[in-house]
């Protein structure tokens, strides 16, 4: 470094024509500017200035550094100012992870939104419901269940998520519809795991009676799901039972009519207070590039405000 501030030095000597104007323009003594110079000289072992009284000369080594200097150092500034422009006006590659009902639903639709504001970023995009998180998968930005945070991210909730008790109609005309929670353990129920590896439960209460005694209902059958929470919803569609899921997951379904409510009297609780949570995880600032943090800022702008209609 300390040869690259003489070199710099020596440039600004070349420019200027003599050591007074460069000392004026560097704010050093002329004195500490000549010695600079005489200490580059002597560790290349040549000559690179003619001096006078008046002026300084250019020998024919100097004007070969010169030009060779100054292309180097406007690379340099050139680097400078792009990273400066970069860290001022995002631009580069952010990788996202997200749940994937709520990537779908969600995150999809703002992102035409993000990549006009910022027209210098690209995205990686990771749906998916087995619970890697970003310290694994090294996503910089991860949407995921409330139950898997992460403590050396920030994280802040962007919504919770109702349960639903479904099945098929086929299964429901086959094997009637349970009118109370303890005649759940006489139907075929589609188990799941959670991305922590646990059995998926949750507590079954009358509607407006949170505080009475619910009913935990845990989904267990012949079939269990595992990773991916999307296909519980294609093993109610398919007839293989009742199971609990999210309502965001089966709002087309209902609307379609290839899902229907049981027990719609009884409100469902996830087993945990974060059952259900829809968090946005991300670094802290101190450790966030600039398009991360763009980023971050633009999703928790849009995020916290989607609104979900609710089924019928």
Request: aromatic fraction near 6%; proline fraction near 4%; hydrophobic fraction near 40%.
């Amino acid at each position: 470094m300390d040869l690259l501030r003489k070199l710099w030095l020596f440039t600004q000597v070349a420019d200027a024509g003599s050591f007074t104007k460069a000392s004026q323009q560097t704010g050093m003594t002329v004195a500490a500017v000549s010695k600079n110079v005489s200490q580059l000289e002597a560790a290349l072992g040549a000559k690179l200035l003619n001096r006078t009284t008046r002026m300084v000369q250019l020998t024919a080594e100097g004007q070969q550094l010169l030009e060779q200097a100054q292309d180097a150092f406007s690379t340099l500034q050139t680097a400078m100012q792009e990273v400066d422009t970069s860290q001022r006006q995002p631009s580069g590659l952010v990788r996202i992870s997200s749940v994937t009902a709520y990537g779908r639903l969600a995150l999809i639709p703002v992102l035409p939104e993000l990549l006009q504001r910022y027209p210098g970023l690209s995205l990686d995009l990771s749906l998916h419901d087995s619970g890697h998180g970003p310290s694994r998968r090294g996503e910089d930005i991860h949407i995921t269940w409330g139950e898997e945070y992460h403590g050396d991210k920030v994280c802040k909730r962007l919504m919770v998520m109702p349960l639903v008790l479904v099945a098929s109609p086929g299964y429901l005309e086959r094997h009637g519809a349970p009118k109370r929670p303890e005649e759940l353990h006489e139907h075929e129920c589609i188990g799941a795991t959670l991305p922590s590896g646990a059995y998926a439960r949750c507590t079954l209460r009358a509607r407006g009676n949170r505080r009475g005694k619910g009913y935990v209902f845990q989904p267990r059958g012949r079939v269990t799901l595992r990773d991916e929470l999307e296909t519980v919803v294609d093993a109610a569609v398919a007839g293989l039972g009742i199971t609990v899921v999210t309502e965001l997951n089966v709002q087309r379904h209902f609307a379609e009519g290839t899902l229907a409510r049981v027990l719609p009297d009884y409100e469902i609780e996830g087993h945990s207070s974060k059952f259900g949570e829809i968090v946005l995880q991300y670094p802290q600032r101190r450790e966030m590039s600039a398009r991360v943090q763009a980023v971050v800022d633009f999703l928790l702008e849009k995020l916290v405000t989607v609104q979900f209609p609710q089924a019928d």
